[in-house]
């Protein structure tokens, strides 16, 4: 085997992954590695014949993390050989070990070789304003030897978490998964969350996140044979899909995710999706090419990666949303008997028709499916569920009727309070323009509520109908058998044959004469032939025929991303094709060759043409060439297409710096046949870019580009000039002891020169990313500024009950009318009123804005050595501070300054969509100091939202002074002063528009006399006042409080806090209202009692008790009581 030392380094070996191996022949084994973390080397070898790398293996590409440090050298402080020999002045017995004993880890059951981390929780909540509630958590990693030859692996991570994790980063954290691994050195056993994916068929192609189970068999591992089989049974989580996303010019998201049928509101499952742009797959991350949000199927673009309205992107993934129970079958063997390896894939996945998981098919559903066959586009039912009793947390609807055109018509009108039953629960589908009686009327605290409008002159008006779109349950399966015959090391020959069975309708008999296809595809490859002794050149050449009848369907896509658009169709169709490849190649290394490839492809009533394909690299001496050309002629039904494409690459390989010069051609013209004039093109554009970047040898890393180019459009039948356009890009990077900075920019000019003249259109985004120190790193500061086009939702949300205390607000009926407003949900401030959540719904419309993403924080310190100064040096030592700011906002303004400073310069409200900005300051005074210190604290907050019906704005601004003085060893003095505001404003909900003065001065006098007990009491005043301009009087409130606290800690064994609140309130408005809600914090006028006990107790070693009791009493009311006992066992 060949040991590589890739990095200085230590390498993360989980992280290590093999992106890519030249030649491309050689991916077709799978390149394993082996890591050795004490010597830092990498280990490749071949499971396929456990051979050492084959020279025809030239390069491979690896990504990996590393650690911040090499574990392979030695590091220390002080020598040992320097302690024996007294260098340090320590006498020899100091330095002896002394026994201690080792720390007992926390855990119910212990074992020396199995690996345990986690916890697992059951808890109970019960109160006298509330029903019982059960809840429960488990987290659970484990790791080991189960026996001498079972390996066991296992995360068992279960949080009742209703979302995916956040898709910002490479790796992700899934928040419940469940996996479980048994490996032994001839077997492997994998159950729970798992990834499915294709072994090494040509034509069955899958990747699937699946909940079930593996089994994984090998034999005769080395020597003239060996074998894997596998079996695996499961349900599916999602379904799969691939949509094509239509960019606009210059905006980097978000772009909504659809559904096959056009469904708007998707949940990606979480590391399912694979983005491709212009046909190349991008790398998921904020420091990478795109962000994603899996809730809302959003992917948004990161500044590095330009957007254009001539971008190609693709996206596959897959869902969460499954009509039906869908079972997943697969099994496999493949084995290798010297030098022939066979192999039998199946593979399938079928929907069971009697269980239905959305909504339940009634007997009349079923047989309208079971009349449509395969077209059931127009398989709608009516969407209608009768209930007898209202519920105030659903949208309910009743049925009126009414006369239209001298016609007895009936139609559903929304109930928002109780009235005569029967009462309806009515899901509304969009149909279209004028298909539907329905409107989109309002959104409400529960949902959205459609409103009928009678037909004029039979022409519907609106675009919403109580109908839902059947799907019927449907069938895909596919195996695969193929051999591989290796004559000798240079030489080998294939074939592949595959049977497909797609049934549309499992509900219908009809159509099934196009259920089932097969495709065959055979070759002969010679790979890394020596030309003669002595030349390191080296041929490959080869030849493969590929058949697929025209009722053969994949499971998954098997050719490349744009393989149908080189051959220039633009749509999926159906047809028998025949594609014949050849190809012959010389090559030295990754910067001396050249390739050629021919094709000729035959697909019935689609497509007929051929295809040329060549490639050249050469160095010569400080130059390097580069160079990629493609030709393609076909035929169409009536139509021909021709394709031109051609890339050049001159560079200079300077130590210091590389200059050079690139030239893309890129013509595609679709010509009538009758008349031969153009009537599409996929692309046609001219192009030329001058760089220069960093050398070998230079520190940092550089690069500056300048693009022209042209695109043209057909226009009467010939190409016309439609654009212009002049890009400039530039980054830079420094990696320092004392800095680091990486920086991304890029401008873009676009020209629009087609007879409907429009503007030309400006991009310009940008990225930096600086961290730095100085004074001896007195002074630090992080700075990160990201700006682009973009797009900003009008967003609804609403307020779904949940278990009580998992909500974040609560309902007040300030009206008494019973009916649910949104402006009667309040941010839920006790935790017995904590039962409604709040979610935003996305909708379909977006405006165009520029985003601007501005983060700054900034630590500094008096000189150190200035403590150990007389005077007012060592008085100016106590001072340090900490400020940071964060600014997040979207604007319409066209000023260039308006889009790139951070910082408001004059923008009007309309021109703001969204703002999240924070400003926090702390100035320190005696911050290391355990006697006496002080704290100056500032904050500033705004948060704007864009919502369909209007802005809603909330801003809180507060100066904060405290001070802390520990008086003895066991009496403690805190005084805290503090003065600020809070302000809500919304254009739509006006009773929520308010401007909140306060003003608040504390003091609290603790006494601990020792580690274990501290009790604390607290006094406090609160002025507060609404200085909102209306016409009724200003509302305030004066807010006297008394707090009694308790602590006692016993590590380890226990922890008790407890408080008894007394706090009384003078009050002067409305109390049902937001604004007496802000003022009184969810408390009443009058007198309140609140209490609350926090107790954590240990059982025995790993098992842990945790008792929260909250308890309050309003004026002249009962008291309200909520606890929640949970036991936590450790592992």
Avoid at 145 to 169: K, R, W, Y
Avoid at 511 to 536: F, H, V, W
Avoid at 1004 to 1026: C, G, I
Wanted: negative net charge; proline residues 4%.
């Amino acid at each position: 085997m060949e040991a590589i030392q890739v990095d200085t380094l230590s390498l993360h070996a989980s992280s290590i992954q093999i992106t890519d191996i030249q030649p491309n022949t050689a991916q077709q084994h799978w390149l394993s590695t082996q890591y050795d973390l004490n010597t830092n080397q990498l280990r490749f070898r071949l499971d396929s014949n456990q051979l050492q790398i084959p020279p025809q293996i030239d390069s491979v590409r690896i990504c990996y993390q590393v650690f911040p440090v090499n574990f392979a050298e030695m590091t220390y402080h002080r020598s040992l050989e320097a302690y024996d020999t007294g260098y340090y002045g320590i006498p020899e017995e100091e330095t002896l070990p002394k026994e201690q004993a080792p720390l007992e880890k926390e855990e119910i059951f212990s074992s020396n070789q199995l690996y345990k981390t986690g916890s697992i929780s059951r808890g109970i909540s019960v109160g006298n304003s509330q029903d019982v509630v059960v809840n429960s958590a488990l987290n659970l990693q484990l790791e080991g030897q189960l026996t001498e030859d079972i390996h066991l692996t296992a995360v068992i991570n279960d949080q009742n978490v209703p979302f995916q994790p956040e898709g910002n980063t490479l790796h992700l954290q899934e928040l419940d998964k469940v996996f479980v691994q048994l490996k032994h050195k001839h077997a492997e056993l994998s159950a729970g969350d798992i990834v499915l994916k294709s072994d090494s068929s040509y034509f069955l192609k899958y990747l699937k996140n699946i909940q079930g189970g593996q089994a994984k068999v090998y034999l005769g591992q080395g020597g003239d044979f060996e074998s894997t089989s596998s079996a695996a049974v499961s349900v599916a989580k999602g379904q799969f899909h691939i949509d094509n996303i239509s960019p606009l010019e210059g905006v980097s998201g978000p772009y909504r995710l659809q559904g096959p049928n056009h469904e708007s509101f998707l949940v990606v499952i979480a590391n399912s999706e694979k983005v491709y742009l212009d046909g190349r797959q991008l790398t998921r991350g904020y420091q990478n090419d795109y962000t994603i949000d899996y809730n809302t199927a959003e992917i948004t673009f990161t500044n590095q990666i330009l957007i254009t309205k001539f971008s190609r992107i693709k996206v596959e993934f897959e869902y969460a949303v499954q009509q039906y129970s869908r079972s997943i079958f697969q099994a496999s063997h493949q084995q290798r008997l010297k030098n022939i390896n066979t192999y039998v894939h199946f593979y399938q996945e079928k929907d069971n028709p009697n269980s239905s998981l959305l909504f339940s098919l009634s007997e009349a559903d079923k047989q309208l499916l079971s009349d449509l066959g395969d077209n059931t586009t127009q398989a709608f039912s009516p969407a209608v569920d009768t209930l007898e009793e209202f519920d105030v947390n659903q949208i309910l609807y009743t049925q009126k009727e009414t006369l239209v055109d001298g016609e007895k018509r009936f139609y559903f009108e929304w109930a928002p309070k109780e009235s005569a039953a029967p009462y309806y629960r009515v899901a509304f589908s969009e149909v279209g323009t004028n298909q539907g009686n329905y409107r989109l009327e309002q959104n409400t605290a529960n949902g959205r509520v459609y409103r009928w409008h009678p037909p004029v002159d039979g022409i519907p008006q609106g675009n919403y109908a109580p109908v839902r779109l059947l799907v019927p349950p449907t069938k895909k399966q596919m195996v695969t058998t193929g051999v591989n015959i290796r004559l000798n090391k240079h030489h080998r020959v294939f074939v592949e044959g595959a049977f497909s069975e797609f049934d549309k309708n499992l509900f219908s008999s009809l159509d099934r004469e196009d259920d089932r296809g097969m495709a065959i595809k055979g070759g002969y490859y010679a790979q890394n032939l020596p030309l003669s002794s002595g030349n390191t050149y080296r041929l490959d050449y080869g030849v493969d025929w590929e058949f697929n009848q025209e009722s053969f369907t994949p499971i998954d896509r098997f050719r490349s991303i744009e393989y149908d658009r080189n051959w220039a169709i633009q749509q999926d169709s159906t047809g028998e094709d025949q594609i014949l490849n050849a190809h012959i190649g010389l090559k030295k290394d990754s910067k001396n060759a050249v390739k050629y490839r021919f094709s000729i492809r035959d697909k019935q009533n689609v497509v007929s043409g051929t295809q040329h394909w060549a490639e050249l690299k050469k160095s010569l001496g400080k130059f390097y060439l580069q160079s990629q050309a493609f030709l393609l002629k076909s035929e169409h039904p009536q139509v021909n297409s021709d394709w031109q494409r051609l890339q050049m690459q001159l560079a200079y390989q300077g130590n210091k710096f590389q200059p050079g010069y690139q030239y893309q051609l890129d013509k595609n013209s679709t010509r009538t046949i009758a008349n031969d004039s153009i009537v599409n093109s996929l692309m046609n554009y001219e192009a030329h870019e001058w760089f220069i970047q960093n050398g070998d040898s230079t520190q940092n890393r550089y690069r500056i580009a300048y693009t022209l180019r042209d695109d043209y459009q057909p226009l009467e039948g010939q190409l016309s000039h439609s654009s212009h356009s002049q890009t400039v890009q530039a980054n830079y990077a420094i990696q320092q002891t004392h800095q680091q900075l990486n920086f991304v920019f890029t401008y873009r000019l676009l020209e629009n020169l087609s007879v409907a003249k429009q503007p030309d259109e400006e991009t310009v985004m940008g990225r930096l990313d600086w961290n730095t120190s100085w004074l001896d790193k007195h002074i630090r500061s992080e700075l990160s500024y990201a700006s682009t086009s973009g797009r900003e939702l009008k967003r609804e949300y609403i307020f779904v009950k949940v278990e009580p205390g998992k909500g974040t607000h609560t309902w007040r009926d300030d009206n008494n009318d019973g009916i649910q407003d949104l402006n009667e949900f309040y941010p839920a401030v006790l935790p017995d009123e904590m039962n409604y959540a709040k979610f935003f719904l996305p909708s379909t419309e977006y405006i165009n804005a520029f985003a601007l993403n501005f983060q700054y924080k900034l630590y500094w310190e008096m000189p150190r050595g200035w403590k150990n100064q007389r005077g007012f040096k060592r008085f100016l030592q106590r001072f340090s501070m900490r400020s940071s700011v964060a600014v997040n906002k979207k604007v319409t303004s066209e000023s260039i300054w308006t889009r790139i400073l951070p910082w408001d310069t004059g923008i009007s409200k309309e021109e703001l969509l969204a703002d999240q900005s924070v400003l926090r300051n702390t100035l320190f005074f005696n911050r290391k100091s355990p006697k006496f210190g002080m704290e100056l604290r500032t904050l500033l907050a705004r948060n704007k939202q864009l919502l369909s019906n209007g802005f809603e704005n909330r801003s809180n601004r507060e100066w904060l002074l405290n001070s802390r003085w520990n008086l003895t060893s066991v009496l403690f003095s805190g005084w805290e002063l503090a003065e600020g505001s809070v302000e809500n404003t919304s254009n739509f909900l006006t009773e929520r528009n308010y401007q909140i003065q306060h003003y608040r001065l504390a003091s609290e006098w603790a006494w601990q006399p020792n580690a274990y007990f501290r009790f604390s009491t607290t006094l406090e005043v609160k002025q507060k006042e609404d200085q909102s301009e209306t016409e009724v009087p200003p509302e305030d409130a004066l807010i006297k409080q008394m707090k009694f606290s308790l602590k006692w800690s016993k590590a380890v064994k226990r922890t008790i806090n407890a408080q008894f609140n007394l706090i009384h309130i003078d009050y002067e408005g409305v109390v049902n209202s937001p604004v007496g809600y802000e003022i009184l914090e969810a408390l009443q006028p009058g007198t309140n009692f609140t209490w609350n006990l926090n107790w954590i107790q240990r059982l025995t070693n790993g098992l842990q008790l945790k008792v929260i009791y909250h308890g309050r009493k309003p004026p002249q009311q009962d008291s309200i009581h909520l606890g929640r006992m949970q036991v936590t066992a450790l592992f």
